[in-house]
């Protein structure tokens, strides 16, 4: 078992730019979780998907992000025309389903410049 | 919403002292884990306690629901155990977890 996996683990883009996020959940996982994570805000809920399908999006800052679950072995969060703001450690997590324990990925540190 | 959180922020140690971090949440819990984050380093689950006591190793966990805390015990400190220790609690409906701000705990030689 590789655990989640995520790609790239660091990706430095230019403001205005987009960058795409990849997690690959635990094989068998029905839940996937995507938070971030900066010094000054701690750790954030972003979005979660069960089964594939989008369930709770209610910590996404709605303009620029967006997040899929195309099929049940990846998931991606896209964030458009990126700002110095957005900078942080992007986290994925799966579990088997909710109220069991979450597994983390070893995040993706987006630097926007 | 649903807020944590940990005492103390930080704590030091000599190495083989016993350590006591604490985790308050405001609403009933179904799932509580404990984290383990290495300075830039990935978070690694320690425990997942919802409720009673658990032990793995070093590390004995006891979660008081109706109290709406939870601790974290870590005897026989080693200077490896250095790093920040996050409580999170889960969202009863959405299943999303909310963080504690964690306990940065520095261990001597």
């Known amino acids: 078992n590789a655990g989640v996996i995520q790609t790239p683990r660091h990706k430095v883009t230019g403001k205005g730019q987009e960058a795409t996020l990849w997690c690959e959940p635990i094989?068998?996982?029905?839940?996937v979780f995507w938070y971030r994570q900066t010094i000054v805000q701690g750790l954030e809920f972003l979005t979660y998907?069960?089964?594939?399908?989008?369930?709770?999006d209610s910590g996404m800052p709605k303009e620029r992000f967006s997040a899929q679950m195309p099929n049940q072995s990846h998931s991606t969060l896209k964030i458009q025309s990126t700002q110095p703001q957005d900078s942080a450690v992007y986290l994925c997590a799966s579990s088997l389903d909710t109220g069991v324990e979450q597994y983390f990925g070893p995040g993706t540190r987006l630097t926007v410049l | 919403g649903q807020q944590v959180q940990q005492s103390p922020a930080s704590l030091v140690l000599q190495e083989g002292e016993n350590a006591e971090l604490q985790c308050n949440f405001s609403s009933t819990a179904t799932q509580l884990q404990w984290f383990y984050q290495s300075p830039g380093g990935s978070l690694v689950s320690l425990l997942s306690?919802?409720?009673g006591t658990k032990h793995t190793g070093r590390l004995t966990s006891t979660t008081v629901t109706k109290e709406r805390r939870s601790s974290l015990h870590i005897s026989s400190s080693q200077t490896t155990d250095s790093g920040t220790y996050l409580c999170?609690?889960?969202?009863?409906?959405?299943?999303?977890?909310?963080f504690g701000d964690g306990t940065v705990l520095t261990v001597k030689p």
């Open positions: 094989s068998g996982h029905s839940a």
């Open positions: 998907f069960r089964n594939q399908a989008p369930i709770d």
């Open positions: 306690n919802p409720s």
């Open positions: 999170a609690i889960e969202d009863t409906n959405t299943g999303k977890l909310t």
